[in-house]
């Protein structure tokens, strides 16, 4: 493994509500990384309880987010070590409640 992958791998299980994104809660740089966020917060999430990663300050983490999730796209979110997928995926599972399911059982 390499060391992005490490540090990746480590994130994730330290984390509860964990979102690799381009920017930070408080100013995302990309319209997908803002609905993530906007998502998360719909869901009840405090912004204070999310770790968010911006992939714009670090070219590995950035280039190895995607190999470690086998995902291609950024946002990616993980919820207690566990991905869940990008903004896409997001709006799905918010829209049917399975999303707020997930994020009741991190609390």
């Known amino acids: ?16 509500v964990l979102l690799f ?3 930070n809660a408080s100013f995302p740089q990309c319209g997908f990384s ?12 405090e912004p204070k309880a999310i770790t968010t990663v911006n992939v714009l300050e670090d070219a590995e983490i950035r280039a190895g987010i995607k ?9 990616q979110l993980y919820v207690k070590g566990e991905f869940i ?15 707020q399911q997930v994020l009741a ?3």
Do not use: F
Request: hydrophobic fraction near 35%; proline fraction near 3%.
């Open 1 to 16: 493994m390499s060391d992005a992958q490490q540090r990746i791998d480590t994130l994730v299980k330290s984390s509860q």
């Open 21 to 23: 994104m381009k920017g």
């Open 34 to 45: 803002g609905r993530a966020i906007q998502i998360l917060k719909a869901c009840g999430v």
């Open 67 to 75: 190999d470690y999730s086998n995902w291609p796209t950024i946002p």
């Open 85 to 99: 997928g990008g903004s896409d995926i997001m709006m799905e599972m918010y829209e049917n409640g399975e999303l």
């Open 105 to 107: 059982q991190q609390s």
